[in-house]
């Protein structure tokens, strides 16, 4: 019983002392570019630069299975395979754009990265794109996401925008910032796009 007791002890802290190495490591994580514009009681209003990106599109229609499809083939061409062999830093977050039909994943490059200068993927699959900056509305969570989560969220930002007669188009979105085998400290987000003109007005009221 001792025996067992030392071993329990030891593997607890190899665990603990893992997940702080977790932690720091993803502290220290290139994090994608914003401006907060307006803190609400129930989210927050951000501008978000033109970003570079590799992308997936999916027929996926879940976040689990938009997850286990796109990931490791975008982590494929970030880990060398692509034209040059090079390995691309993982930044946060990664992003899902989960539809009723088709979805896609995406990884947002670092900076100092364009569509000219990434090296081409191996796999077709992968595209390199820039997209357009956006002014979105943001409501965070923690925990490990699920679809049921992602709904939950969704529905209260929904609720929260209409609340304030803020506009939105497009699909919400789900941010994730962790690695699955983070257990503390998980950050993920909901945001949506708003109309640029009616967050400008605000920003003058």
């Known amino acids: 019983m001792k025996i067992f007791i030392i071993i ?10 893992f ?30 630069p033109a970003a570079t990106m590799a992308m997936i599109t999916s027929r996926s229609t879940s976040f689990n299975e938009l997850g ?20 691309i830093a993982m930044t946060a977050p ?17 900076s100092g990265y364009t569509k000219e200068n990434l090296p081409l993927p191996n ?6 794109k820039t997209v357009s900056a956006e002014y979105v ?10 679809q049921e989560s992602i709904d939950s969220h969704t529905a209260s930002l929904r ?13 919400f979105r789900f941010l994730g910032y962790n690695p699955p085998f983070q257990f503390f400290g998980r950050k993920n987000e909901v945001i949506v796009a708003l109309d640029e003109d009616e ?3 605000t920003m003058q009221k």
């Open 8 to 17: 329990t002890l030891i593997l607890v802290g190899i665990f603990i002392a």
């Open 19 to 48: 997940q702080i190495y977790t932690t720091m490591s993803i502290n220290k994580t290139e994090t994608q570019a914003y401006n907060v514009i307006r803190v609400e009681d129930d989210f927050e209003i951000r501008y978000y």
């Open 68 to 87: 286990s499809s796109g990931f490791g083939t975008l982590a494929k061409y970030i880990f060398g395979g692509n034209s040059e062999k090079k390995s």
């Open 94 to 110: 990664v992003h899902m754009d989960i539809g009723d039909s088709v979805s896609s994943m995406a990884f947002v490059m670092p």
């Open 123 to 128: 796999n077709s699959e992968v595209m390199i």
């Open 137 to 146: 509305a943001v409501v965070t969570f923690g925990g490990f996401a699920s």
């Open 159 to 171: 609720k929260a925008l209409q609340a304030k007669g803020l506009t939105h188009s497009g699909n």
């Open 199 to 201: 967050v400008k007005s």
